[in-house]
T-cell receptor
Framework: DGGITQSPKYLFRKEGQNVTLSCEQNLNHDAMYWYRQDPGQGLRLIYYSQIVNDFQKGDIAEGYSVSREKKESFPLTVTSAQKNPTAFYLC?????????????FGPGTRLTVT | SQQGEEDPQALSIQEGENATMNCSYKTSINNLQWYRQNSGRGLVHLILIRSNEREKHSGRLRVTLDTSKKSSSLLITASRAADTASYFCATHLAYSGAGSYQLTFGKGTKLSVIP
């Protein structure tokens, strides 16, 4: 089965702790993305990577970090510096090259920080 | 501010009726895409329309694009209760830079189809 997996589905953490969200794809896509979704806010881009060992900040990168050591994997770390980390986090991937850049999404991870 | 803005924010219709959602954007695009999200789930790609196309169909979906007005509409015909979801437009900007794959998403229209 081809697709994107995110784990865990629900995650609970205490304030001040770093937490890493997993994202894996077996679609052989070059590009991967992390979005944050808050109620009524739509999707906001946190980080994206167009190729292994390279990634770029999105619109709301502060308090987050990523790595892209393998084509299949793009983990997101929510650090203690993120002021309001409770949200629904979505990972996506797409082909590179000439596009058209349709994105395939994982099922999401709902993070609650108390 | 968002590149794409959907209208209305929420829409409630009876099963069997048609549902129309609109998306407006600000800057020139290469393509515009519509996605669907069921509550608490990831987004699913529905349809893509390129900037040189005016209309596309896929099953019960019809998408139009008017680049002069910087707007698009998604029509779902003969709606079903299973169409209940949020619908998002996403744009790939024409001046994204070499090899840029990013999409910019709107805030979505929440569609409720009442059986």
């Amino acid at each position: 089965d081809g697709g994107i997996t995110q784990s865990p589905k629900y995650l609970f953490r205490k304030e001040g702790q770093n937490v890493t969200l997993s994202c894996e794809q077996n679609l052989n896509h070059d590009a991967m993305y992390w979005y944050r979704q808050d109620p009524g806010q739509g999707l906001r881009l946190i980080y994206y990577s167009q190729i292994v060992n390279d990634f770029q900040k999105g619109d709301i990168a502060e308090g987050y970090s990523v790595s892209r050591e393998k084509k299949e994997s793009f983990p997101l770390t929510v650090t203690s510096a993120q002021k309001n980390p409770t949200a629904f986090y979505l990972c996506a991937s797409s082909i590179g090259g000439e596009g058209p850049y349709e994105q395939y999404f994982g099922p999401g991870t709902r993070l609650t920080v108390t | 501010s968002q590149q794409g803005e959907e209208d209305p924010q929420a829409l409630s219709i009876q099963e069997g009726e048609n549902a129309t959602m609109n998306c407006s954007y600000k800057t020139s695009i290469n393509n515009l895409q519509w996605y669907r999200q069921n509550s608490g789930r990831g987004l699913v790609h529905l349809i893509l329309i390129r900037s040189n196309e005016r209309e596309k169909h896929s099953g019960r979906l019809r998408v139009t694009l008017d680049t002069s007005k910087k707007s698009s509409s998604l029509l779902i015909t003969a709606s079903r209760a299973a169409d209940t979801a949020s619908y998002f437009c996403a744009t790939h900007l024409a001046y994204s830079g070499a090899g840029s794959y990013q999409l910019t998403f709107g805030k979505g229209t929440k569609l409720s189809v009442i059986p």
